[in-house]
Nanobody, 119 residues
């Protein structure tokens, strides 16, 4: 079992920035960010695996997913935030196969951190 803890969410105005952090209870090769709003399916935002990074199309160069030297942390630098980025953001690990940006491909999830972007 792996525990994931997210932090860094908050409220910002459109155009602002936030940096999310995720800490895993043990090293994880693949870690990802997802987000979800009420009534909508959870969607992939970004994933780091091996030394590669993959982003959802809606990121459009505004977010950067990164890891420091340890393999138990994942960050998401979010810039030029838009009201439509408002969501609960979740960290995921325990990738077992399939699409890297599909929620069904991960075993472990954090509790989420809320991001609110006002216009």
């Amino acid at each position: 079992q792996v525990q994931l803890v997210e932090s860094g969410g908050g409220s910002v105005q459109a155009g602002g920035s936030l940096r999310l952090s995720c800490t895993a209870s043990r090293n994880q090769n693949t870690m990802a960010w997802f987000r979800q709003t009420p009534g909508k399916a959870r969607e992939g935002v970004a994933v780091r695996y091996d030394s590669a990074t993959r982003y959802a199309d809606f990121v459009d160069g505004r977010f950067v997913a990164s890891r420091d030297g340890s393999l138990n942390k994942l960050y998401l630098e979010m810039n030029d935030l838009k009201p439509e980025d408002t969501a609960m953001y979740y960290c995921a690990s325990g990738y077992w196969g399939g699409s890297y940006l599909a929620p069904g491909s991960y075993h472990y999830w954090g509790q989420g951190t809320r991001v609110t972007v006002s216009s």
